[in-house]
C-alpha cells in the first residue's frame, strides 16, 4: 500500500514541476504562493474529475444510488469486480498520500486539524468498509465527495488565475453540489444505515466469533464524523459567500488560506 503512496506523491510532484507550475506562470501569476496554490488547486481538480466519473461508472453498472437498499443488498458484499477493487485502492492511496501533504508537506492551514481529521476517516473508512464488507456505500460516499470536490478546485485554480467571472459560478455550483451531495443525500444515507438496514441486512460471516452485526456497524461513527466536518465547512461556504458579496476580488481570501503573511517573492 505504501507503493501505492508513494506512487502518487511521485506523479503528484512529477504534474506540479512539469504542467501545473509553468502553466501558472504562462498564464501571468507572478508571485511564488499564488503559482503553488494554483498547481496545488489544479491538481486536485485533475484527480477529482476522473475519478469521479470512474466512481460514478461503479454506481451505475452495480445500481447502487437508488433505491438505497441497493447499496446493502446480498450483504456482506464479498465478491466485486477487478475495477471496483481497482478504484478503492486508487482512492486510499490518494487520500493517504493527501495527509502526507497536509500533516508534512506543506506550511499548516488554518483548517489543519479539520483536514486531518477528514482525510484519517476517508482512509479508515475506505479499510473498514472492506473489512465489515460494505464496499458498495464507500462507493456511494467517495463518489459524492468527489462530485463537489471537483468544483470545489476548479473554483480555486480559476480564483488564482483571476478569472473572477467564470469563478463565481463555479462557486456558485460547489455551494449547490455541496449542500445536495453532503448534508441532503448523504445524512439519508446515514439514517437508513442506522434504522433500516439491519431490518433487512441477514449477517452470514464465516467466522461469527471474529465479525458481529455491531463490528459491522461500527464503520457509521466514521461516516457520522464527515458529516459533522461537512457542517463545520458549509458554515464557512456560508461565510465566504456573504464576505464575497461585500469585498472586491482583490480583497478575497481563500477559507483555508495560511495563517501567515502573504510573502511577495516572484
Request: proline share 3%; charged share 20%.
Amino acid at each position: 500500500m505504501l507503493y501505492f503512496r508513494d506512487g502518487v506523491l511521485f506523479i503528484r510532484s512529477l504534474v506540479h514541476k512539469r504542467a501545473l507550475l509553468p502553466l501558472a506562470t504562462r498564464m501571468g501569476i507572478k508571485k511564488v504562493r499564488p503559482r503553488r496554490k494554483f498547481a496545488e488547486s489544479s491538481w486536485f481538480f485533475i484527480y477529482y474529475v476522473p475519478i469521479f466519473c470512474w466512481g460514478f461508472r461503479e454506481i451505475v453498472f452495480h445500481d447502487l444510488a437508488w433505491p438505497m437498499a441497493q447499496m446493502f443488498s446480498f450483504y456482506p458484499q464479498l465478491l466485486h469486480t477487478f475495477s471496483l477493487k481497482l478504484y478503492l485502492l486508487i482512492q486510499l492511496s490518494f487520500y493517504l498520500s493527501a495527509f502526507v501533504v497536509v500533516t508534512i508537506l506543506e506550511e499548516r492551514r488554518k483548517d489543519f486539524l479539520e483536514m486531518t481529521l477528514h482525510h484519517l476517516a476517508t482512509v479508515a473508512l475506505i479499510i473498514w468498509s472492506s473489512i465489515t464488507c460494505y464496499r458498495n456505500v464507500a462507493v456511494v460516499i467517495l463518489t459524492l465527495h468527489d462530485f463537489s470536490d471537483m468544483f470545489l478546485y476548479l473554483t480555486k485554480s480559476l480564483h488564482y488565475a483571476k478569472c473572477k467571472n467564470v469563478k463565481n459560478y463555479t462557486f456558485g455550483t460547489f455551494a449547490m453540489s455541496f449542500f445536495i451531495s453532503r448534508l441532503i443525500y448523504f445524512p439519508m444515507i446515514i439514517l437508513f444505515w442506522l434504522f433500516e438496514s439491519p431490518n433487512m441486512i441477514e449477517v452470514k460471516w464465516k467466522y461469527p466469533h471474529i465479525y458481529s452485526r455491531t463490528f459491522a456497524h461500527s464503520v457509521t461513527v466514521l461516516v457520522c464524523l464527515l458529516l459533522m466536518l461537512h457542517m463545520f465547512w458549509f458554515k464557512q461556504i456560508i461565510k465566504t459567500i456573504k464576505k464575497a458579496m461585500s469585498e472586491t476580488d482583490d480583497d478575497y481570501q481563500d477559507p483555508r488560506s495560511h495563517s501567515e503573511k502573504e510573502d511577495g517573492d516572484d
